[in-house]
Every structure is written in structure tokens, then in C-alpha cells.
């Protein structure tokens, strides 16, 4: 079974910082690694993918990916309030995702 | 790119009845869909895998007599909840599958649909 483990929540950032999310996966196998935000009573929305190991920019969110490690991370810049959701790790296996259980994230006005 | 729509978005019925749920990519085709549930403050929990062409590919536990998928089209795929009782009120989530082969492909998802039964 494909186990994805997200750094537990829920996460408090005031408008402005970084807001650092943490995720580890079982599967070593995996390829293909996801980030979706998920606004509450809203369906997920994908924000980043990556499949190669290191850094992947876009606008104020970065994706890391350390396949030896297991671990794949998402950092938000400049956090706004308008970036207060929960964000959901997903790791694709046979076209299906595992998800985590994914981090509440709270921007501070 | 990669729009997935949902509809209805809301459907209120009474215990007994069926309620179908269509899921549509509108710009792209999907050979494979999937359908989702989410009960409030859950994860999302994969119901099943929605091949065009083919039967559906159900997770353990659900009963697919009572949840019947139907991938008419590269673009379609509908859910029906069959004999809907209370305990069947959720979020219904589809997502699409879109891109090349290996590692590329994502899901995007619809907006969801959210079903109440009385």
C-alpha cells in the first residue's frame, strides 16, 4: 500500500512569510508527485507537479523533490490570506494518487 | 487548459431514488476518469477507476452494483447512485486524466458535486 505522510497541521503563517509543507512517501517506485490546494467545500486544485529531483518554481510556490529521500516539500512565498486552505501531497501509482491527509494552512492579515 | 466540469454542483432527493452525476472533460479527452468521495473534514477516498470503452475498475468496498459508472465517451463519464439512502450524502469529486504516457499525467479535477439524501 502506497503510504503519503504530511507534516501535521494545522499551520499558522502571518501575511507575508513562508509557509514551509512537508511530505513523505513510502512508494520509492513513484515518479509522479503533486501538490493540490483545497479551499473548504471546494474539489482540490492542482497547483504544482514535479517528477525530477530538485526545485521547481512557479510564481511564489516552490515544489522540492528528493527521490532518495522519499520526500517532497512545497513552499509558498509571500504568503497571502487568500492562500489559507488545506494542501494536499498526492504521489501518482497506475494512474491512480495516494493522497496525505494534507495541512490546514492559515495566513495571518 | 484542462477544465473538468460537474453537474450538477447540488441535487437534494428523497431515500429510494437514483441520482445521476456526469462528469465532462471540456478540452481535452480522457481515456481515464475517476470518481471520488469526500465526507466532511476526510481525505478524499477513490470510489473508482472510469475506463472509456470498458468496465470500471472499483476500490475495495464499494459496491458497484450501487454505484454505476458509465465512460460513454473520451470526454464522459457519468456516476449513478443507485436506490440512494442518507448514509450516501457526500461530495462527489470526478477528476480527468490528461497527458502523455509515464510520468506526465495528471488529474484535474471537477468542481464536485454535492448530494443530499432525505
Same mark, same amino acid.
Given at each position: 500500500?502506497?503510504e503519503?505522510?504530511?507534516?501535521?497541521?494545522p499551520?499558522?503563517v502571518?501575511?507575508?512569510? !513562508?509557509?514551509?509543507?512537508?511530505?513523505?512517501y513510502? @512508494?520509492r517506485?513513484?515518479q509522479?508527485?503533486?501538490?493540490?490546494?483545497?479551499?473548504?467545500?471546494?474539489?482540490?486544485?492542482?497547483?504544482?507537479?514535479?517528477?525530477?529531483?530538485?526545485?521547481?518554481?512557479?510564481?511564489?510556490?516552490?515544489?522540492?523533490?528528493?527521490k532518495?529521500?522519499?520526500?517532497?516539500?512545497?513552499? !509558498?512565498? @509571500?504568503?497571502?490570506?487568500?492562500?489559507?486552505?488545506?494542501?494536499?501531497?498526492?504521489?501518482?501509482?497506475d494512474?491512480?494518487?495516494?493522497?496525505?491527509?494534507?495541512?490546514?494552512?492559515?495566513?495571518?492579515? | 487548459?484542462?477544465?473538468?466540469?460537474?453537474h450538477?454542483?447540488?441535487? !437534494?432527493?428523497?431515500?429510494?431514488?437514483?441520482?445521476? !452525476?456526469?462528469?465532462?472533460s471540456l478540452?481535452?479527452?480522457?481515456t481515464?476518469m475517476?470518481?471520488y468521495?469526500?465526507?466532511?473534514?476526510?481525505?478524499?477516498m477513490?470510489?473508482?477507476?472510469?475506463?472509456?470503452?470498458?468496465?470500471?475498475?472499483?476500490?475495495?468496498?464499494?459496491?458497484?452494483?450501487?454505484?454505476?459508472i458509465? /465512460?460513454?465517451?473520451?470526454?464522459?463519464?457519468?456516476?449513478?447512485?443507485?436506490?440512494? /439512502?442518507p448514509? @450516501?450524502?457526500?461530495?462527489?469529486?470526478?477528476?480527468a486524466?490528461?497527458?502523455?504516457?509515464?510520468?506526465?499525467?495528471?488529474?484535474?479535477?471537477?468542481?464536485?458535486?454535492?448530494?443530499?439524501?432525505?
Amino acid at each position: 500500500q502506497k503510504e503519503v505522510e504530511q507534516n501535521s497541521g494545522p499551520l499558522s503563517v502571518p501575511e507575508g512569510a !513562508i509557509a514551509s509543507l512537508n511530505c513523505t512517501y513510502s @512508494d520509492r517506485g513513484s515518479q509522479s508527485f503533486f501538490w493540490y490546494r483545497q479551499y473548504s467545500g471546494k474539489s482540490p486544485e492542482l497547483i504544482m507537479f514535479i517528477y525530477s529531483n530538485g526545485d521547481k518554481e512557479d510564481g511564489r510556490f516552490t515544489a522540492q523533490l528528493n527521490k532518495a529521500s522519499q520526500y517532497v516539500s512545497l513552499l !509558498i512565498r @509571500d504568503s497571502q490570506p487568500s492562500d489559507s486552505a488545506t494542501y494536499l501531497c498526492a504521489v501518482m501509482g497506475d494512474y491512480k494518487l495516494s493522497f496525505g491527509a494534507g495541512t490546514t494552512v492559515t495566513v495571518r492579515a | 487548459g484542462a477544465v473538468v466540469s460537474q453537474h450538477p454542483s447540488w441535487v !437534494i432527493c428523497k431515500s429510494g431514488t437514483s441520482v445521476k !452525476i456526469e462528469c465532462r472533460s471540456l478540452d481535452f479527452q480522457a481515456t481515464t476518469m475517476f470518481w471520488y468521495r469526500q465526507f466532511p473534514k476526510q481525505s478524499l477516498m477513490l470510489m473508482a477507476t472510469s475506463n472509456e470503452g470498458s468496465k470500471a475498475t472499483y476500490e475495495q468496498g464499494v459496491e458497484k452494483d450501487k454505484f454505476l459508472i458509465n /465512460h460513454a465517451s473520451l470526454t464522459l463519464s457519468t456516476l449513478t447512485v443507485t436506490s440512494a /439512502h442518507p448514509e @450516501d450524502s457526500s461530495f462527489y469529486i470526478c477528476s480527468a486524466l490528461r497527458g502523455p504516457a509515464g510520468a506526465g499525467e495528471t488529474q484535474y479535477f471537477g468542481p464536485g458535486t454535492r448530494l443530499l439524501v432525505l
